[in-house]
């Protein structure tokens, strides 16, 4: 079974992708068009759990939140920015306030600026140590910027 990070300890993961077995107590994850068709024919599953790429519009989701517990944000290659966009916009814009998952093409190099996008659960290369990547969330303790983390502390320069 995979596991995961989730709000800083390494457990086992209850999500089933596409593509994988299914298994009783573990919930599908739908992709974004398939879960916004599931919720207006008045299928779709609750709790839900939805998969964005970086070609899916955030917006879309906003009326369709309320019966999500996770949004998967799958980053598809090393580089790729748009989920940290997205992930700012489910917090700060949609109010969306349950799991947000950062998943695919992932180095624990990046886990300190994810959390700070507003992520509490990671799903990261499988080549990641994972307890690695658990002790990278503590590298800064300090940040002069504003984030949806509580891994730091705004400090605001002085006038």
Same mark, same amino acid.
């Given at each position: /079974? ?8 390494i457990?086992e993961?209850?999500l089933s992708?596409?593509g994988? $077995?299914?298994?009783?107590g ?5 992709? /974004? ?6 919720q207006?024919?008045?299928?779709? $599953?609750? $709790?839900g759990a ?7 519009a955030?917006?879309?989701?906003a ?12 980053f598809a ?6 989920? +940290?966009?997205q ?5 700060? !814009?949609?109010g969306?306030?349950?799991?947000? !998952?950062a !998943?695919g093409a ?6 300190? +600026?994810?959390a ?5 659960? +990671?799903?990261l290369? $499988?080549a990641?140590d994972?307890?690695a990547a658990?002790?990278?969330?503590g590298t +800064?303790?300090?940040?002069?910027q504003?984030?949806?983390d509580?891994?730091?502390k705004?400090? !605001?320069?002085?006038p």
């Amino acid at each position: /079974m995979r596991r995961i990070i989730r709000r800083r300890e390494i457990v086992e993961d209850r999500l089933s992708y596409a593509g994988e $077995p299914e298994a009783p107590g573990r919930i599908r994850v739908l992709a /974004m068009a398939e879960w916004i068709a599931a919720q207006t024919a008045g299928v779709a $599953p609750d $709790p839900g759990a939805v998969l964005l790429t970086a070609t899916d519009a955030v917006e879309a989701l906003a009326d369709h939140l309320a019966p999500l517990r996770w949004i998967v944000i799958d980053f598809a290659k090393l580089g790729e920015g748009r989920g +940290f966009s997205q992930a700012r916009l489910l917090r700060h !814009r949609y109010g969306y306030d349950h799991e947000l !998952r950062a !998943r695919g093409a992932l180095k624990r190099d990046q886990m300190v +600026f994810l959390a700070r996008s507003g992520f509490d659960a +990671f799903d990261l290369d $499988p080549a990641e140590d994972l307890n690695a990547a658990v002790a990278a969330l503590g590298t +800064f303790s300090v940040a002069y910027q504003g984030g949806d983390d509580t891994l730091v502390k705004p400090r !605001r320069r002085l006038p």
